[in-house]
T-cell receptor, first 113, second 115 residues
Framework: KNQVEQSPQSLIILEGKNCTLQCNYTVSPFSNLRWYKQDTGRGPVSLTIMTFSENTKSNGRYTATLDADTKQSSLHITASQLSDSASYICVVSARGSNYQLIWGAGTKLIIKP | ETGVTQTPRHLVMGMTNKKSLKCEQHLGHNAMYWYKQSAKKPLELMFVYSLEERVENNSVPSRFSPECPNSSHLFLHLHTLQPEDSALYLC??????????????FGPGTRLTVT
């Protein structure tokens, strides 16, 4: 069964600190993996999209990594800011899956001053 | 703003009411989607429209009825809902045909509460 699992479920860190969020998936055959940021009461916004051949991709202070062999991805946030408080969702698509994306339940990140 | 708008942003309705959610995208996209997001659960795909034709219906109860009059507008008509239907309903769009290859652009969602 295609699944995406994220850890931790929630995380609280102090402003200025770094953190890493994890995503494990069992989706096969793999097409691409995305990380979305969702602010409370808003729709998700894409941070990165990674294909099979990409190991690392950065978007400002956000860096995503992908290990297609172990089926793991991580999202590293550097020098966190209060505006980084949000849910971060890992999403995987399978080749030939047409419209279906396999969504994780998300990690809720809280940045404290 | 992402270029996808949704109205209303909040809706409270009784189980016997009929209401509609509206989504409009200003991005020139050709595919639109409805998702349901319940607390602490992954997004659930409900309906997909590509060039105004419904191409996916994920076994959604008939009390949810979608309508796509053109490629810019998408509606979700609601009637005789249940309390477990309370959730955030998200609309999204993609540039060309419905596909998992393209980035999805989401609206802000409608927070629905069924009493």
């Amino acid at each position: 069964k295609n699944q995406v699992e994220q850890s931790p479920q929630s995380l609280i860190i102090l402003e200025g600190k770094n953190c890493t969020l994890q995503c494990n998936y069992t989706v096969s055959p793999f097409s691409n993996l995305r990380w979305y940021k969702q602010d409370t009461g808003r729709g998700p916004v894409s941070l990165t999209i990674m294909t099979f051949s990409e190991n690392t991709k950065s978007n400002g202070r956000y860096t995503a990594t992908l290990d297609a062999d172990t089926k793991q991805s991580s999202l590293h946030i550097t020098a966190s800011q209060l505006s980084d408080s949000a849910s971060y969702i890992c999403v995987v698509s399978a080749r030939g899956s047409n419209y279906q994306l396999i969504w994780g339940a998300g990690t809720k990140l809280i940045i404290k001053p | 703003e992402t270029g996808v708008t949704q109205t209303p942003r909040h809706l409270v309705m009784g189980m016997t009411n009929k209401k509609s959610l509206k989504c409009e995208q200003h991005l020139g996209h050709n595919a639109m989607y409805w998702y349901k997001q319940s607390a602490k659960k992954p997004l659930e795909l409900m309906f997909v429209y590509s060039l105004e034709e419904r191409v996916e219906n994920n076994s959604v109860p008939s009390r949810f009825s979608p309508e796509c009059p053109n490629s810019s507008h998408l509606f979700l008509h609601l009637h005789t809902l249940q309390p477990e239907d309370s959730a955030l309903y998200l609309c999204a769009s993609t540039p060309t045909r419905a596909s998992t290859f393209y980035e999805q652009y989401f609206g802000p969602g409608t927070r629905l509460t069924v009493t």
